[in-house]
């Protein structure tokens, strides 16, 4: 027979045998509940480690492996092997998850943030960071909410961060802003080099590394042309599981936020044929 520990709202049942049922009715500011070892004359911790807690129980001594906590509780074991104490803890810690960030081009604005945070429970403290204006950041007690940052005119990575308090814990959450440059991929039937604008029109998307795969509609013939920041290093390539070579163009190129940045323009050696050719680069 496994002992079982199992709440409902301000009741804590626990269940030691067939026919032998604790149940504390508990406040709801209580936090724990100590239920202790039976002694052989029904005294509180009167019989040591010795003693059992149901007559179904085969095992004298050791509360903690005889009850097993359900969702929301934890047990904490004390006096271990002599007149022990079983601690029912009631008490949730708290959490919080913010949101709010974004990925934007790099050489762009991020004129205003939406912060909003869920909390698990009613917490006494609520404390956003910087860059909130100072006045802005103690949102006081509550639980979920928002805040507007106006006016906020980011221009590279910022994070944002909420801690939050329930006079015994403390948790916290981030999220954060993110200025990415594009890899721009695609085909052309030209050899190049490409122009900006030509390099702008290919299929795009963030980056902040040079390793991707994708796969390329060249039907008809056409060049494969994969283009990111030159910081990223060097690439090498692989079509269709073979290792080949790709031509180099090193370039600066205009994004269309007006930022500037120096970038490789690889391009297929031949004119490559197929609706779904794959190219792995690395």
């Known amino acids: 027979m496994t002992d079982v520990v199992t709440i409902t709202e301000s009741v804590v049942r626990v269940e030691v045998g067939p026919g032998n049922v604790v149940t504390v009715e508990v406040a709801p500011e209580i936090q724990t509940v100590v239920v202790g070892e039976r002694g052989p004359q029904g005294a509180a911790g009167g019989g040591g480690n010795t003693v059992k807690v149901s007559e179904a129980d085969i095992l004298a001594g050791y509360l903690s492996g005889k009850l097993v906590a359900g969702p929301g509780i934890t047990l904490i074991e004390g006096n271990v092997g002599g007149d ?65 940052h106006t006016g906020a005119n980011l221009t590279g990575g910022t994070t944002y961060s909420i801690t939050v308090g329930d006079g015994t814990g403390f948790a916290s959450g981030n999220t954060t802003c993110y200025f990415r440059n594009r890899r721009f991929y695609g085909v052309s039937v030209n050899a190049g080099p490409l122009t900006n604008a030509q390099i702008l029109a290919l299929s795009k998307e963030f980056c902040s590394a040079r390793a991707n795969t994708h796969e390329y509609n060249c039907t008809g013939g056409t060049y494969i042309w994969i283009c990111y920041p030159a910081s990223f290093g060097a690439a090498t390539f692989k079509v269709g599981g073979l290792e080949v070579t790709f031509a180099l163009f090193t370039q600066d190129v205009t994004n269309d936020s007006g930022y500037v940045e120096s970038f490789r323009c690889y391009r297929s050696t031949e004119l490559q044929n197929g609706s779904d050719v794959e190219v792995v680069l690395t």
Not at 109 to 123: D, F, G, Q, Y
Request: glycine share 10%; with cysteine.
């Open 84 to 148: 022990e104490t079983l601690t029912i803890s009631l008490y949730v810690a708290p959490t919080v998850s913010l949101s709010g960030g974004s990925t934007v081009e790099i050489g762009s604005t991020i004129a205003n943030v939406s912060l909003s945070w869920t909390c698990n429970k009613a917490m006494l403290t609520r404390l956003l960071s910087s860059p909130v204006p100072a006045i802005d950041r103690d949102r006081g007690a509550g639980g979920n909410g928002s805040y507007s």
